[in-house]
């Protein structure tokens, strides 16, 4: 290309190089996309910030995966071989499932890892829980007391008194193995906030509880979520989605939001929450009448006998009778309806409708949190989704829709303790019969009413405080030593629960631990391996690392040798947990943690083979290339596997709904209205405030600290009509309160057409916050004050927002945004489903003006009302409690852990 005169005249001056001759020389080469696995350990770049001279800098390119979302995608830590640090975080090529791209949030992690603010040493409370004072101590003191508060608990043969409480996962198995050799029933998890109630739908339908969408081939692709862009698998999915439209595929997004990917596709239907099962059977039953369903699918894997010989014992069991009876069944679901229930236009019904019909084999389906986790009865939204599929004949198709479980690696694990020999009824309560996860919204609640205390409790990186609904009340059971005898937060960033700690206890991110990874972010199954990438470095230039907390900022340690050690200690010779952590490869010796992976990866198919062929061994080819493909493609697996249900068919009739007391529901319906279905709302002074949605650059809880994520998203204010607007008298940046069951919050107005009228959008991130005497994440946490205004009231008022302050890092004195925004979450009833056991997210607001005295940032909340109001809740699951065959749930439906057989039973 033609230098122009300026460039000309700057070469001259050497004010920039001299592009011309270096390119007629060769000295720059040709743009690389990636330099060569073999080459990473010596990677040369001219260093940016000496431009415009040619400095070169020398980097050790260290493979792991991003812990930001579940994705797990791969990530390049370029280690400078002259600091020894890590400089930036780019994407891994070799890694099939991002195949080198990230989100905002894979890079940022640069910004964790050098946060000024960062907890780098293990520290214990002095003074009251929740006072804010700590004082340093040393790991061997915090595994002494903390072993030997576990030991006590083990000692009286509880098996529900010790527990591990999980925000994001990101690992595969080791948790749950380390509770088993302790032998308790103790793993929680945040998942009935999040997908419990979409998974409660597909468990129905064949066991495996999350769809596995081939985006990349599928000619139609239909989202019920606008989570794609802002969580699971979002830049794995976002890239096939593209792929798929470049060819062709046309996208349907349902979304009562205009969210970033509604607005790419072709058709947008916002319909009302809740409303998306109607809109689904009206699909299922144009598909029936126009006899587009794939007959040899639904003929010989779908159990439509058992409906037939259940609910229609009279008539002849052949499959047209089906048909025509199925037709007779969903006669109500005509596009009318659905336009009616969605509030849409009844053209846009039958226009997406048409397309949905038409996509045979190829229809690519997806349902997270969003629909299936706001409402009642939202798992329906992934059972009647998930009947196109069925009807269409796309499930586990090359463009269709498989389970997750076929694309998603199981690892081998050295030694399997024997499961539990108890069962946790505060974690699953026995009203809670068909719950597909732990009830872990309600604990403060389960607590509080009698029904059970814990010992020793661990939060790891996981901030209920903040994320959870009804927040107050998680603040009230954590300072009640009486209800938690110990809690330890594990976490790499403080937050408003670790606030509330006995010990916090400062673990790695990303590039500072290991973990498995496998996800089915597309066809094929992948392994990935998140490993510290100093520890990795140091190997490579030939040092000795016994604990990744020797290389790790401060004292930052990683959560697996962690419980290794740990658990070597609760030991006292007597109780049998060391033997399961010894070495698979030394008789008598403790496990290292290399072994452990050495372990696993040497028993990953295929990854040995093509580990020789490079000369290495399995442990040693994921050290240097971060992931393997163990299949390329997981189609038609049912074809061998047939399907995991009673039936062994995908079950369209479920014997198990009618057995366990919800014999209306036994097939797909649109029978249980929403909580914020128009008919339970009065009239239009009541809104649906819809506040699941998430920002595409945040986490739940460790992207306070990551000033470039804060930088683009720190405010999170109400998406309101402009009809709604005008009807209210506010116009943009004008104050709303809004009024939910048990309190209240003071919030800006954005005003929008990318809202559906009647509902109000509030981002699920943003409104974090500190009190005076916390520490941490100030790019994002406004300062506030708690005050106990009585009879279980509690207000909180912002004191101060976001501003500057002095650190190592001058960004710390750059900040130019002050408002950290309003934490919403803390004002929201728990509002748990009585099948799914999901918290129903949307609520009922009431909107209005603020008076004088509420300011921006109020938030209060009566925790007498919202310890009332989840008895309103629960009272629904209790009326249907049924337990056939003394069954406390279904016996072939998952656990995260499973206790013994025996206690599956209530009367064990
Ligand atoms: S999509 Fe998730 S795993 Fe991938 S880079 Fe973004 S945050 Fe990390």
Redesign the pocket.
Known sequence: MARTFIEKIAQKMRIIPDLDRERSSGSTGELRKYPSPDDWHDHVELDAQEWPKMVEKRYSLVPTT?F??????GMLAYVDKETGEVSKFEGNPHHPG?RGR??A??PATINQINDTERILYPLKRVGKRGEGKWQRIYWDQALDEISSKIRASLKTEAKDRVVYHVGRPGNEGYVERVLKAWGVDGHNSHTNICSSGARTGYSLWHKHDRPSPDHSNAKVILLTSSHLETGHY???HAQRILEGMIDGAKLIVIDPRLSNTASMADHWLPTWPGSESALFLAWAKMILERDLYDRDFLENWVNWEDWLNADHPDEPCTFERFISLLLEEYEEYTPEFAASECRIPVEQVIEAGEAVANAGSRLSTHVWRSAAIGNLGGWQVSRTLHLLNVLTGSVGTEGGTSPNSWSKFSPELFDEPGDPDGWNELHFPPEYTLAHYEMSHILPHLIRDGRGEIDVYFTRVFNPVWTYPDGFSWMRMLEDEDSIGCHIALTPTWNETAFFADYVLPMGHASERHDINSYATSAGKWVAFRQPVLREFARREGKDVEFTSEVNPGEVWEEDEFWNELSWRIDDGTMGIREHFMSPYREGEKITIDEYYRYTFERVPGLSEAAAEEGLDALGYMRKHGAFLIEEATYSKHEQEGWPTPSGKQEFYSQTMVEFGYPEHAIPHYRIHSHVHPDNLQGEDEYCLLPNFRLPQH?HSRSANAKWLVEIGHRNPIWIHPKDATKLGVSEGDLLKIETEIGWFVDKVWVTEGIKPGVIGCSHHIGRWRRSQDQGNRFLSNEVQIEDIGEGKQRMRTVSGISPWKSDDPDTNRIWWRDGGVHQNITHAVQPDPISGAHCWLQKVRLSRPSKEEKYGDVEVDTEKSFQYYKRWNEMAKARETHPRGERRPMWMKRPLSPKKKHWYIED
Request: charged share 10%.
């Open positions: 991003c930001n979302c579940e994705s797990a995608c991002s990230n989100c949030k894979g979002f830049n794995p986490i």
